[in-house]
């Protein structure tokens, strides 16, 4: 490890380690699984909710304390998926599978703690590999101009294209959309106001918050009002929480394969965390020598996807932060939180916020300590959180969303605007279009018109200029490359399958 490195971790321990920045974090891991667990309600519906919270924090304990949301809420998504067989998120749809078979069968606790201590784990290692992928990224952030960033937002929205679970006519008309949203308001360059209808609240165009709580906090809220359903629980009370010897040589193989293909498939655009927990237990299905266990309460079937799904879920981090390209909508929020702080997302973030950029690495390792210390005693609380009735608990929710987007712009308009996302976001889970693409590309929009024409006047407007300048010519190579890959009838067809779950 060389001297380069070890000075940026120290940077980004002196960050994250403080005081302060701790207690944010810890907020973070307990408001994210106090919300996580509330049947329906994913990361990206918790950090949108809880972004407001953020507004007046510096940058780097805004970061911090979103990012120990995210983890948070995934902890919550799993123990909701043991408990009573209600993932939380699409990545714990795989943990139900046999996590529920164990809590049947009295072994909650186990079932929980390996979930707990194999996302540990996996994010100790994929925080590192994030420390180690980081250096050589900063070099090639120093090339990037106008052209490459223009090409950049390019490829993360055809990325974007991979991580919708529909049709892929929909996801381009879920782009689309976004883009025309992000074009609300007014012309940076000219001063001149577009798609406002002559409505002076509009003229600073549409804010990242109202879109995103709306989409998938009040769109979340009218779906989970469709199936309110009494939920039961196996069990009044989880005893047994630490695995035996026998379960811990079990679970180190599956998490260690689960570690490494979680961390690989992260990286990529297009929502890696997801698939590597269905890869995952794919593979322990066929190279497992319990196999036959399996859906019917192996351990191995909750320590492989959770290991999975945490390595995959912190090394989506990179392309974010090293790149400036969502790899799912959680990271979206991220770049609107960036955004909010006035901080370019981009590959200058390492460069130009290197506290920024190593304090919420540095945080990460912190974050995942605090869920295996403090959740697994507190899992009474979410037991007992599961079993309130979601018509007791969407009012409440409904309302910290209106109080969120108040404090934005402190505009009732917003409120209002709002609720008509919420009511689109329903009807597009209806019509079964992904709302994910839609935010990612509102978030690259803005980003992406305004270095096209930046790259243009350069140019004085030869638009030869992103296919002249190499980096720039290779994104969009990749870019034209993916789409023929996607639109591919065989590999659709096998897209599509690899987002069905599993019977």
Not at 230 to 235: A, H
Not at 245 to 258: H, M, Q, S, V, Y
Not at 338 to 363: H, K, N, R
Request: net charge negative; with cysteine; glycine share 10%.
């Amino acid at each position: 490890m060389d001297s380069g490195l070890l000075s940026n971790l120290a940077l980004g321990i002196s960050t994250a380690w403080t005081f302060s920045n701790l207690m944010y974090c810890l907020a973070g891991v307990i408001l994210g699984t106090l919300v996580g667990v509330l049947p329906g309600l994913g990361p990206v519906a918790t950090i949108a909710m809880l972004l407001p919270m953020t507004f007046n924090l510096p940058p780097e304990s805004a970061l911090i304390m979103l990012a120990g949301i995210y983890y948070g809420a995934q902890y919550g998504g799993s123990t909701t998926a043991i408990l009573v067989n209600l993932p939380g998120e699409t990545s714990s749809v795989v943990t139900a599978l046999d996590g529920h078979q164990m809590a049947r069968q009295g072994k909650a606790g186990k079932a929980l703690a390996t979930a707990a201590l194999a996302s540990f784990f996996a994010g100790t290692v994929a925080t590192f590999l994030i420390a180690l992928a980081a250096p050589p990224l900063a070099d090639l952030a120093l090339k990037f101009g106008a052209p490459e960033y223009f090409s950049l937002m390019v490829l993360g929205l055809v990325a974007s294209i991979v991580l919708a679970s529909g049709s892929l006519l929909h996801a381009f008309g879920m782009i689309l959309l976004g883009l025309l949203l992000s074009q609300v308001g007014t012309d940076v360059i000219s001063g001149a106001p577009r798609y406002t209808f002559d409505q002076p609240w509009l003229a600073d165009g549409i804010h990242f918050v109202v879109l995103a709580m709306g989409m998938y906090g009040v769109g979340e809220i009218i779906r989970n009002l469709e199936h309110d359903e009494k939920r039961e629980l196996m069990m009044k009370s989880v005893s047994g929480l630490l695995p035996d010897k026998e379960d811990l040589k079990r679970i180190i193989a599956p998490t260690l394969r689960g570690t490494v293909l979680g961390s690989a498939l992260g990286i990529l655009p297009g929502g890696g965390a997801m698939l590597a927990s269905f890869a995952s237990y794919s593979i322990e299905k066929k190279v497992s020598p319990n196999r036959a266990q399996f859906g019917k309460g192996a351990i191995e079937g909750v320590a492989a996807p959770e290991s999975a799904n945490n390595a995959g879920a912190q090394t989506s981090f990179i392309p974010m932060l090293t790149l400036g390209i969502p790899s799912n909508p959680v990271m979206a929020l991220m770049i609107g939180a960036l955004i909010i702080q006035g901080i370019q997302p981009g590959p200058t973030v390492m460069t130009e916020q290197p506290a920024l950029f190593w304090g919420i690495i540095a945080s990460m390792w912190a974050g995942n300590l605090f869920l295996v210390v403090l959740n697994l005693p507190m899992i009474g609380v979410w037991v007992r959180l599961i079993t309130v009735p979601y018509h007791l608990l969407f009012p409440v929710i409904l309302v910290f969303c209106a109080i969120g987007v108040m404090s934005v712009n402190n505009s009732e308009y917003d409120v209002w605007l709002m609720a008509l996302f919420g009511v689109l976001g329903y009807v597009f889970s209806k019509l079964g279009s992904e709302p994910a693409p839609l935010l990612l590309a509102f978030v690259l929009g803005e980003l992406m018109e305004e270095n096209l024409r930046r790259a243009m006047i350069i140019s004085r407007g030869d638009p030869m200029v992103f296919l002249e300048r190499p980096i720039s010519l290779t994104l969009l190579v990749t870019a034209v490359l993916a789409l023929v890959v996607v639109l591919s009838p065989a590999l659709r067809k096998k897209r599509e399958e690899a987002f069905q779950e599993e019977p």
